[in-house]
């Protein structure tokens, strides 16, 4: 069964960047590597995905390790808005995916 | 317009109740599912669904059955409702399966 494990909280200072990690030992060779984050009182929101080469957006970046076990979210200059829940995911079977309990980001202004 | 709605945003209910909770995406997506989070913040599968296959996480009581009228509703229906299902559920759609998810912004369900 595909299962991430992820620490249950990180702290941040403001403007300062913030690596988040992640564990997918079990992610299959052909599955990418989703990341989510929700915000208080809200739904999920997709932040970035990948299956082997880092990626860039507006949001984040995602390096992914070479054996794709692993990878880190990272986020460049942590805002107060940042402060969130972040998921990384991985199919399970079938079209399910897992979430888990994620890592609970505190931005301390 | 909200890509993924639900309804009701907020559902308060006695013990032995059936419920329903309506979802509906204007995003033309072929997928949609259902998610319950717990106190703990843990979020967990209960259905993806498209037009042509249902696959339901095994852990999920059969009390919970998703109806869907057509490809942009994807409805859940509750039987006999359990202070154990208290928790918020999301319901979401991608496209393709498997790709990026859109989440609504939750239905919380507090069972008496």
């Known amino acids: 069964d595909a299962k991430t494990t992820q620490p249950n909280s990180m702290e941040s200072n403001e403007e300062e960047p913030v690596h988040l990690p992640c564990n997918h030992s079990?992610?299959?060779?052909?599955?990418?590597i989703h990341w989510y984050r929700q915000l208080p009182s809200q739904g999920p929101e997709y932040v970035i995905h990948?299956?082997?080469s880092n990626v860039n957006n507006r949001m984040a970046s995602l390096a992914i390790a070479e054996d794709r076990k692993s990878s880190t979210l990272i986020l460049h200059r942590a805002t107060l808005r940042d402060a969130a829940v972040y998921y990384c995911?991985?199919?399970?079977?079938?079209?399910?995916?897992?979430f888990g309990t994620g890592t609970s980001l505190t931005v301390i202004p | 317009d909200t890509a993924v709605s639900q309804t009701p945003k907020y559902l308060v209910t006695q013990m032995g109740n059936d419920k329903s909770i309506k979802c509906e995406q204007n995003?033309?997506?072929?997928?949609m599912y259902w998610y319950k989070q717990d106190s703990k913040k843990f979020l967990k599968i209960m259905f993806s669904?498209?037009?042509?296959?249902?696959?339901i996480n095994e852990t999920v009581p059969n009390r919970f059955s998703p109806k869907s009228p057509d490809k942009a509703h994807l409805n859940l229906h509750i039987n006999s409702l359990e202070l154990g299902d208290s928790a918020v559920y999301f319901c979401?759609?991608?496209?393709?399966?498997?790709?990026?998810?859109?989440f609504g912004a939750g239905t919380r369900l507090s069972v008496l």
């Open positions: 979401a759609s991608s496209q393709p399966t498997g790709g990026i998810q859109y």
């Open positions: 079990t992610i299959s060779g052909t599955d990418y």
């Open positions: 990948g299956l082997t």
């Open positions: 995911t991985e199919r399970d079977t079938g079209n399910q995916f897992y």
């Open positions: 995003l033309g997506h072929d997928t």
């Open positions: 669904y498209n037009n042509k296959e249902l696959i």
